[in-house]
């Protein structure tokens, strides 16, 4: 099975900052990376698939990069509405695990 | 417009068996590159995926729980059906249904609004 690793775990940040966050995959997965974001109490939205596509409705303050066995995802300019889990999914074998999130946080 | 719905009880004893069904709408299983997922949340942790049926009844499972998970469908009622036997209260979680097409890397494009789901006697 592919194992999926992400980092941070928990990142602080403020309104306006740039802000980065990784993806690892135990086996290479070309850029079968997709990325959710999820607010408290609500179903996860998709945001990048393909590892930099970004889904339709989806600000273009976000995007995503990578192929292989690692990933970023980026939030050019953080805003009020973004501070949630992000978890990544890979989608190249199953099974198709998610990762163990990354919170931001103010 | 896609919409998704989970349905089920929101209380089971340990030892049984879960069944939880997803009713759509605004798609077909029977449709190429179309596929159900089934996903949970324990309370404040991550995301866990479970299973995926696709539109020509390929199944799939996570792993650790093969042996305790069954996924079907039935295209004609828009209905996929995840069973989950000896449940644990370990089990206690939200549990998701989600739309997957081949066209976007397979990616979860519509999820359910979730059911919670305590294992407890």
């Known amino acids: 099975d592919i194992q999926m690793t992400q980092s941070p775990s928990s990142l602080s940040a403020s309104v306006g900052d740039r802000v980065t966050m990784a993806c690892r995959t135990s086996q290479a997965i070309s850029n079968f990376l997709n990325w959710y974001q999820q607010k408290p109490g609500k179903a996860p939205k998709l945001l990048i698939y393909?590892?930099?596509n970004l889904q339709s409705g989806v600000p273009s303050r976000f995007s995503g990069s990578g192929s292989g066995t690692y990933f970023t995802l980026t939030i050019s300019s953080l805003q009020p509405e973004d501070f949630a889990t992000y978890y990544c999914q890979q989608t190249f074998r199953p099974p198709l695990p998610f990762g163990g999130g990354t919170r931001v946080e103010i | 417009q896609v919409t998704l719905r989970e349905s089920g009880p929101a209380l089971v004893k340990p030892t049984q068996t879960l069944t939880l069904t997803c009713s759509f709408s605004g798609f077909s299983l029977s449709t190429s590159g179309m596929c159900v997922n089934w996903i949970r949340q324990p309370p404040g942790k991550a995301l866990e995926w479970l299973a995926l049926?696709?539109?020509?009844?390929?199944?799939y499972y996570s792993t650790s729980l093969k042996t305790r998970l069954s996924i079907s469908k039935d295209t004609s009622k828009n209905q996929v059906v995840l069973t989950m036997t000896n449940m644990d209260p370990v089990d206690t979680a939200t549990y998701y249904c989600a739309r997957t097409q081949y066209s976007i890397s397979k990616a979860i494009d519509y999820w359910g609004q979730g059911t919670l789901v305590t294992v407890s006697s």
């Open positions: 049926i696709d539109w020509t009844d390929d199944k």
């Open positions: 393909a590892a930099s």
